[in-house]
């Protein structure tokens, strides 16, 4: 077994003064290893990184298209989107075409990322509401799937029908019977994967426009819906959304909780998985950075990757302190 290893590495002056360790795997569309730092076989909970996993049934089971949901629709089901207009807005029309609202979900409120968003609710002296959870696009599109299947209301319980058909596809995808879940911020369960699993479900999905079994064909619309509204999967100045715009239709990129990322790349038939020990987002963004542009899909000079890959670091007179950089073993 090989322990995580150095990833990503903060400098003041001529010091390292941090340095962040992690492991990823790249795999191809056979699943096949392409490279590996770290031990394909550690396993992890991949949290929000594999929205597009969950979102699988929904497409797959014709409960989407019994909906009529369009590829903006089908981008929320894979998002952890910032709480803005254009997501909650869709939402709520989501939801309102299903004859629901906020209180059909169960992802529970929160504060909106979203600035603007934010200062509206501060100003109107209103609670948040479910709708601008981060994950409220996936929890309509669980509610969706749970219509279309006659399911009863409580869609995040681990036994639920949609949830076991969650927990079906993530087997299928990763190839592994996995280990036990946890319980997410947003009360859905989370299955564990070896970071080996999860780049190989990366990697199916990479290759799955060549495929045409019915899986398949979900996996690549869920594929192209992400790359064609890269706003509704994060938001504006986030690394998902920033990233994927960079990429220009090479790359779906997903972020997750804990130092987590995932990243498609159809063009290359390969995926991406990575999980940085400490959970340091900085770290996860920048090694992802780092991932794809060893990869050819982004350019290292592209503004929205120099924010994250080999990044200045500013004190508050603005004089550049430092750097976070990704170690030799990624650049």
Known sequence: MTAPIPFTEVTR????????????????ASGGVVAAWGDPASVILPRSAIKMIQALPLVASGAADAAGL??????LA??????????????????????????????????????????????????????????SGKHAGMLTLSRHLGAGPDYHEPGHPVQRACLDAFERVTGETSA????????????????????????????????QDPESRAAARLVQAMMAH???????????????????????????????????????????????????????????????VRLGVLEADHPAVRRRMNAPIVNRRGIETGVIRPTAALA
């Open 230 to 292: 890269p706003e509704l999967v994060a938001g504006e100045g986030r690394a998902c959304t920033e990233l994927m715009r960079a990429a220009r239709g090479r790359a779906a990129i997903k972020t997750g909780a804990e130092g987590v990322f995932t990243a498609i790349l159809p063009d290359l038939g390969l995926g991406i998985a990575l999980k940085i020990a400490d959970g340091a987002t900085r770290a996860s963004e920048c090694a992802i950075a780092a991932l794809l």
């Open 70 to 75: 369009g590829p903006d629709r089908l981008a």
């Open 180 to 211: 036990g879940y946890g319980i997410d911020g947003c009360s859905l369960p989370n299955h564990a994967a070896s970071l080996g699993g999860v780049a190989r479900a990366m990697g199916w999905f990479a290759g799955a426009a060549g495929r």
């Open 13 to 28: 002056g001529p010091f390292t003064e941090c340095v962040h360790l992690g492991q990823a795997v790249v795999c191809d």
């Open 78 to 135: 894979c998002a952890s989107h910032s709480g803005a207009a254009i997501h909650t807005d869709r939402v709520r029309a989501w939801l309102a075409g299903l004859g629901l609202g906020d209180t059909d979900l169960r992802c529970g409120p929160q504060v909106p990322s979203d600035r603007e968003a934010r200062h509206a609710i501060e100003c109107e002296g209103a609670p948040c509401c479910q709708v601008h959870n981060n994950c």
